[in-house]
C-alpha cells in the first residue's frame, strides 16, 4: 500500500550508495533537490541519473553531499570542475541514445517522478514532462513520487497508476519556467526565412528560444500542420489557437516547458500527446513521417556543414539533446527537410559563427544530416550540392564582415583536400 509522507522522509528513504533517477525540464523535483539542499548528509554516496537541461534545470552539485556523483545527458559551465573531479559524468549521447543506454542498463534503485495528484481512475498524470520518466520508472526496484498540484493535466500525456508508488509526498512548488523574451531582429528574420521552408500539412520539430517563438507566430496562416517534436514551448499553443493545426491528428511531443501562464492553459486541453523519448525520438517513426522539417539551432558551423552545439570558445556547455534524433529523421524523410538556424555572429565583439573547421572537433550533426543553413543574411541550401559548392553557399550567409577571412581560410583549406 502507497504511505504518504513528509518531504524529509522522501528524501531519507533513498538509501546511501543508491542509483536515482532525477528527471528534468518541467518535472524537476525541486521540492526533493530543496532537501538535499538543507541537509546534503542525506545525499551520501548517491548515484544520480538526471535529464536536467541548461537553462530550465540548475545541477547545483555543491549542494549534495561531496561523495554524491551525477551522469546527465547535458554540459553546464557551472560542473566544470565536478566534471574534472569526477563528480559529474556527461554522456555525450543524443536523447535516442539515452533511451538506449537506459534500456541497456541496469535497473535503477530509484525513480523519482514529479506527477499531477490521481483521477478518479487513481492515475497521475506526468503532465507537460514524459520524457524518459516511464521507461525508467518500469524499470526500477522502487518509485517514489511527488504530488505537485501545479501541475497540469494534460489529457493526452502518459499517466502512471497511483499503486505503482512506494511512497508519496504532497507538494506545492512551481514548475522550472522558461521565458523567452521579446525576439531580436536577427531572429525575427531567421524566423522568416525558414517560415518560407515550411508548406500547408507539413509535420514540424521546433525546440525552444527566439528563433522557434518567433517562426510558430509566422505560421499562423499554414493549415494542416502537424507538430511532431521534442520540446514545445507558449509560441505552439498560440500556434494552435490559430487554426494552423491538423485538428484530426494528435501534436506529439516529449515535453512542454515555457511561462508559468503556459502551464495554466494547458492544463485540460486536448490534442495533445506528451509521450516518452522512446517513442518522439524514434529515428525509424520519424524518418517514415512525410515532409518531415526540423529546425535546430547551433554554437557554430563550419564550411563543410558540420553543426556544433555544445562546445562555446573551447569550453564544453551543453549536449547535443534530440537534434542528431530529429535532424537525421528529417533528412530520411520523403519531402523532409533538415534545418540549421543560427544567428550569423555572436558577442559584443562580434565572432562569426560560420567558421573554416570547428574547434575541438566536437561534430554534433554532421554535414550528412543537415539540407539547410539559415541565418539573417540568407539561406544555404546545401542539398546535392558538392564540397566546394557547400562551403561557397556558406560564406555567403556569414556576416559580410567575416566573409573575405573565411574566404582565404578556406582557399587555404581547398589546397589540401
Known amino acids: 500500500m502507497t504511505r504518504s509522507v513528509s518531504i524529509d522522509a522522501l528524501a531519507e528513504a533513498i538509501r ?4 536515482v533517477f532525477l528527471p528534468g525540464s518541467a518535472g524537476e523535483p525541486v ?10 548528509e542525506i545525499s551520501r554516496g548517491l548515484r544520480i541519473l538526471s535529464s536536467a537541461i541548461p537553462g530550465i534545470n540548475e545541477l547545483a552539485l555543491d549542494q549534495l553531499d561531496p561523495s554524491a556523483e551525477v551522469t546527465g545527458l547535458f554540459m553546464q559551465p557551472s560542473l566544470r570542475r565536478a566534471q574534472r573531479e569526477g563528480r559529474f559524468k556527461h554522456l555525450p549521447i543524443s536523447f535516442y541514445g539515452f533511451v538506449k543506454h537506459l534500456r541497456d542498463r541496469p535497473p535503477l534503485d530509484v ?3 514529479q506527477v499531477a495528484p490521481p483521477d478518479a481512475a487513481g492515475r497521475c498524470s506526468l503532465g507537460p514532462s514524459v520524457e524518459f520518466t516511464p521507461l525508467v520508472q518500469a524499470r526500477s526496484g522502487r518509485t517514489l513520487a511527488l504530488l505537485n498540484r501545479n501541475m497540469p493535466v494534460i489529457p493526452g500525456a502518459l499517466s502512471l497508476p497511483y499503486e505503482d508508488f512506494d511512497l508519496v509526498c504532497e507538494v506545492d512548488t512551481p514548475l522550472p519556467t522558461y521565458e523567452v523574451g521579446a525576439p531580436s531582429a536577427s531572429a ?9 521552408l515550411v508548406e500547408d ?7 525552444l528560444g527566439k528563433v522557434p517563438d518567433a517562426l510558430f507566430d509566422l505560421l499562423h496562416d499554414r ?10 514551448g507558449d509560441g505552439a499553443l498560440r500556434l494552435s489557437r490559430s487554426g494552423a493545426l491538423d485538428s484530426d491528428v494528435p501534436h506529439v511531443s516529449c515535453v512542454w516547458v515555457g511561462s508559468s501562464g503556459l502551464y495554466r492553459d494547458l492544463d485540460g486541453v486536448e490534442g495533445f500527446a506528451v509521450l516518452g523519448c522512446d517513442v518522439t525520438h524514434d529515428v525509424c517513426h520519424l ?3 512525410r515532409r518531415f522539417v526540423a529546425v535546430n539551432s547551433a554554437l557554430s558551423i563550419d564550411l563543410f556543414g558540420q553543426a556544433n552545439l ?18 537525421q529523421a528529417a533528412r530520411l524523410s520523403h519531402g523532409g527537410i533538415s534545418i540549421v538556424a543560427l544567428p550569423a555572429s555572436y558577442g559584443q565583439e562580434p565572432r562569426s559563427r560560420i567558421v573554416p573547421r570547428l574547434d575541438d572537433g566536437i561534430v554534433s550533426l554532421p554535414r550528412h544530416a543537415i539540407d539547410v543553413v539559415i541565418t539573417e543574411h540568407g539561406i544555404a541550401d546545401l542539398r546535392g550540392r558538392t564540397v566546394f559548392e557547400r562551403a561557397e553557399a556558406l560564406m555567403a550567409i556569414a556576416a559580410p564582415v567575416f566573409r573575405s577571412g573565411l574566404e582565404t581560410a578556406w582557399n587555404d583549406i581547398k589546397q589540401r583536400l
Open 223 to 232: 493549415r494542416g500542420l502537424r507538430l511532431q517534436s521534442g520540446m514545445l
Open 111 to 113: 525513480c523519482v517522478v
Open 287 to 289: 524518418s517514415a513521417t
Open 188 to 196: 525575427q528574420i531567421i524566423a522568416r526565412h525558414v517560415a518560407s
Open 31 to 40: 521540492a526533493l533537490l530543496k532537501a538535499f539542499a538543507a541537509r546534503p
Open 16 to 19: 546511501p550508495g543508491e542509483s
Open 201 to 207: 500539412g507539413s509535420a514540424l520539430q521546433v525546440g
Open 310 to 327: 555544445e562546445h562555446a570558445g573551447g569550453r564544453a556547455v551543453s549536449g547535443a539533446g534530440g537534434a542528431p534524433d530529429f535532424a
